[in-house]
């Protein structure tokens, strides 16, 4: 019988302990280090991918169900791989899967790259499942086979579900192969003799290896669940999208290795309770981190939207408190929506509230405009958030998010047709933001006539009315105090 090594490991770093400690010396969290029996030996995916030179008999053999000792009897170990030149590794790369959703593919980089591990995570009800479902019908569509390995639902659910999708969707659902499984030793088996360009397997949280004697979703399992996983993907070449549970905390649950392990990570954010969702990756080996994909919750799926649903018409009525702001999300430039409220509090403990902005940065501009603007609001409750359910986090929106700001507190509105842009210093001063010209041009296709930007930054437009500005007091008086609206 293998020797079992038993160690610790912290949930939140992933780092390794011989012992059991009650703070990790790495990243200093208290209890966070779990016991974790890993056995020593071939891992199932090594055993269950064939070898190049295989013969033609064993590839049979194995799409026949194997050989009757069960997934991997019978069969050679692999040759571990040489070290080889850099200039000898082939250049020539494996052209991406598209997956159909096009704001998908955004996020991906351009489609699922062949051999790459995906970890797609979201809240309960956000809707991962049908997101998943529908890519995978979509690359069906395109005469690729792929595999849904579900433990969650049963494959009638399954079924269920995909019918209430698009019809244009699933245009040939027969090459949708579904396994209704939680025992990943199954699961690889039918993968490794199927085939398939990509396989998904929903979640991690339910499935287990029948050898390790620890439950599904325990620290022990997640870890050599998600290694075979990768271990399957980067030896048969089959893309591999895991579907991963968060925490309260709105974390991926599980270990910090398990976003060590993939090579995307991707999380689907959004209120359940709302239509917006939003896909944004925070790991990305093989494009931007800084890309995200805009979807709409409908009875029949989800529907991809472009950058209008984040904000209102920039025609329409000026309100107080709202402010039209051009921002960045990687390489595309849209128009969102700053909205901002005040309301009488106690002082010493007024409330701040955000949604899909930074807190402490709204903090720090806050006590800019007491500073540098005049404004009293050390006793009133603010509440400022992004449209939408985007989230902004540059800084190129502190000028938007100030105006709201103060235009809730003065109760004025901002001109129609007027968006603001810059970024604030602690000095109350304006500083320049990256690709104006891009956030420009946003403006323009959302029909602003005016740019509120900074003074380092004006620039001649012939269809835009660029007002420079280079404080945060001067910008106030763009308020128009002439047409309040409550």
């Excluded at 159909?100 to 499942?129: H, M, N, Q, T």
Aim: hydrophobic share 40%; with cysteine.
């Amino acid at each position: 019988m293998a020797k079992t090594r038993v160690s610790f490991l912290c949930s939140a770093c992933g780092s390794d302990q011989p012992k059991w400690l009650g703070r990790c010396p790495e990243c200093g969290g208290w209890n966070t280090l779990e016991r974790f029996v890993e056995p020593k030996g071939v891992g199932l995916a090594e055993a269950l991918v064939p070898d190049a030179d295989d013969s033609g008999a064993r590839a049979d053999e194995g799409r026949e169900g194997g050989s009757p000792g069960g997934p991997g009897a019978g069969r050679r170990p692999s040759a571990p791989p040489r070290p080889i030149a850099l200039h000898e590794v082939p250049a020539d790369a494996a052209p991406r899967i598209p997956t159909g959703l096009a704001e998908f593919d955004r996020v991906l980089g351009g489609g699922v790259l062949p051999g790459s591990v995906i970890l797609l995570g979201g809240e309960p009800g956000i809707g991962k499942s049908t997101l998943l479902l529908q890519a995978l019908l979509s690359i069906t569509s395109r005469d690729r086979t792929a595999l849904y390995a579900t433990s969650e639902e049963s494959a009638q659910q399954l079924k269920l579900r995909s019918e209430r999708l698009q019809p244009s969707a699933a245009q040939d659902p027969s090459r949708l192969l579904v396994h209704a499984d939680s025992v990943l030793n199954r699961i690889l088996e039918q993968a490794a003799r199927l085939r398939p360009s990509l396989l998904a397997v929903d979640s991690i949280q339910l499935v287990a290896r029948h050898d390790i004697a620890a439950p599904p979703g325990s620290i022990t399992q997640l870890r050599r669940c998600c290694a075979d996983l990768v271990s399957f993907a980067k030896r048969s070449g089959c893309a591999v999208i895991i579907v991963g549970h968060v925490t309260k905390e709105g974390l991926l649950s599980g270990p910090k290795m398990l976003e060590h392990l993939v090579d995307v990570v991707l999380s689907f954010e959004g209120d359940r309770h709302h239509l917006h969702r939003v896909v944004r990756a925070t790991k990305n080996r093989f494009g931007s981190t800084q890309e995200v994909g805009l979807f709409e919750m409908t009875g029949q799926g989800l529907i991809e939207v472009d950058d209008s649903a984040l904000a209102l018409d920039a025609s329409a009525a000026p309100r107080a408190g709202s402010i039209l702001v051009p921002t960045l999300a990687g390489s595309r430039s849209m128009l969102a929506e700053i909205q901002a409220l005040t309301a009488s509090g106690f002082l010493g403990s007024a409330k701040r509230k955000t949604s899909g902005l930074d807190a402490s940065r709204v903090g720090m501009l806050v006590a800019v405009l007491e500073k540098h603007a005049g404004l009293r609001l050390a006793d009133q409750d603010i509440f400022v958030a992004s449209a939408g359910g985007l989230r902004i986090t540059e800084p190129a929106v502190d000028l938007g998010v100030a105006l709201a700001i103060a235009g809730a507190h003065l109760r004025r509105a901002t001109p129609a047709l007027t968006a603001f842009v810059g970024e604030i210093s602690l000095a109350g001063d304006l500083r320049p933001v990256r690709q104006i010209e891009s956030r420009l041009e946003a403006a323009r296709r959302r029909g602003v006539r005016t740019v509120v930007l900074p003074a380092a930054q004006a620039v001649e437009d012939p269809n835009l009315r660029i007002v420079p500005v280079k404080r945060i007091s001067e910008a106030i008086e763009q308020l128009d105090a002439s047409s309040p609206n409550s």
